[in-house]
């Protein structure tokens, strides 16, 4: 089992910036392919970016340039950078892991935080 713990949530005007964390435990961390993900009300849950054991990262195309995913593994945590806010990034934003990387979609991830809220006011 991992458990994944998200923090650094809040309210933020449109062009702020925010840093969400994810501490991590249970398992080792640098195994697991890291995601953030996010579900705005009404909406499925989305990919917004991932990092693999080797470092590598992807974003979806809407937060592409303005986000950036890291983790270190010395602390078992992941961070999203996210600047230039938008109110389309208003959202619930979860931290998933899985063990190996099967897909960008949601139903991919074995664990999950519980998540916590961005708002960004216009």
């Known amino acids: 089992q991992v458990q994944l713990i998200e923090s650094g949530g809040g309210l933020v005007q449109a062009g702020g910036s925010l840093k969400l964390s994810c501490a991590a435990s249970?398992?080792?961390?640098?195994?697991?392919?890291m995601a953030w993900l996010r579900q705005a009300p009404g909406q499925e849950r989305k990919f917004v970016a991932t990092v693999r054991t080797n470092g590598n990262t992807y974003y979806a195309d809407s937060v592409k340039g303005r986000f950036t995913i890291s983790r270190d593994n010395a602390k078992n945590t992941v961070y999203l950078q996210m600047n230039s806010l938008k109110p389309e990034d208003t959202a619930v934003y979860y931290c998933?892991?899985?063990?190996?990387?099967?897909?960008?979609?949601?139903?991919?991830?074995?664990?999950w935080g519980q998540g916590t809220q961005v708002t960004v006011s216009s």
């Open positions: 998933a892991a899985v063990l190996y990387y099967r897909g960008s979609e949601s139903f991919n991830y074995d664990y």
């Open positions: 249970g398992r080792t961390f640098s195994n697991y392919v």
